[in-house]
Every structure is written in structure tokens, then in C-alpha cells.
Nanobody, 124 residues
Framework: VQLVESGGGLVQSGGSLRLSCANT??????????MAWYRQAPGKERELVAS???????AIADSVKGRFTISRDNARNTVYLQMNSLKPEDAAVYYC?????????????????WGQGTLVTVSY
């Protein structure tokens, strides 16, 4: 699994951005389950922004509810984050995470994979 994020950039307050995170690696028989977006602002801990299960169940952080939408394309193993009405406090590095279930003769285990991050800057 290799996650590659894109779509970050500089936007004015009130503007919109759409982040994408695609798996560019060969996952073989592994299954990508929950995919999520996290963000980390300077001097702050990484926080969960939104997550989506393989079946489409979503969870959105209260701080972005009503402004951000998460979606995914299972055929492309890609997750999106549509960010509207951006505020300066939304500025951060946004990271994509995928929980991948790997099954062998010894059983199944879930591995976390992270992207390299994409920077979102929101000007006043």
C-alpha cells in the first residue's frame, strides 16, 4: 500500500479545496477497510478530521461538520475530502490513513498506512 495525497494548497478564508488520497501500490489480496483524513497544525497534536468505512459509513469531527465531506471510490482505492467554507484554523498538514486487513495462513491482522501529507494554508 502506498498512499499519495494531493489537492492541498493556499486558499482564502471561505474558499474550498478538495483533497484526494489514492493508493498507488499493489495490495494483492489485502483489503482496505476504513480510510480517514487527519490533520496536524504546527504545535498541535494530530487529530481525526473524518473517516469512512468500506461500506460508506462516515464520521466527521464536530469542528468541520457541515463544511467538510468525506467520500471514497472503492474501485480506485481513493478517498476524498471536500472542504468548504475554509477557516484559518483549518490550516494544517492533512494526512490520509488507511486500515488494511492482511490475511495469511496464520490469520488476519490490520495494518495502518499513512500518506506523506499535503499542506493546506488558509489566508484571512
Amino acid at each position: 500500500v502506498q498512499l499519495v495525497e494531493s489537492g492541498g494548497g493556499l486558499v482564502q478564508s471561505g474558499g474550498s479545496l478538495r483533497l484526494s488520497c489514492a493508493n498507488t501500490g499493489n495490495i494483492g489480496s489485502a483489503v482496505i477497510n476504513v480510510m480517514a483524513w487527519y490533520r496536524q497544525a504546527p504545535g498541535k497534536e494530530r487529530e481525526l478530521v473524518a473517516s469512512i468505512s468500506k461500506t460508506g459509513t462516515t464520521a466527521i469531527a464536530d469542528s468541520v461538520k457541515g463544511r467538510f465531506t468525506i467520500s471514497r471510490d472503492n474501485a480506485r482505492n481513493t478517498v476524498y475530502l471536500q472542504m468548504n467554507s475554509l477557516k484559518p484554523e483549518d490550516a494544517a498538514v492533512y494526512y490520509c490513513k488507511a486500515d488494511v486487513t492482511v490475511t495469511t495462513i496464520e490469520g488476519s491482522r490490520v495494518l495502518e498506512h499513512w500518506g506523506q501529507g499535503t499542506l493546506v494554508t488558509v489566508s484571512y
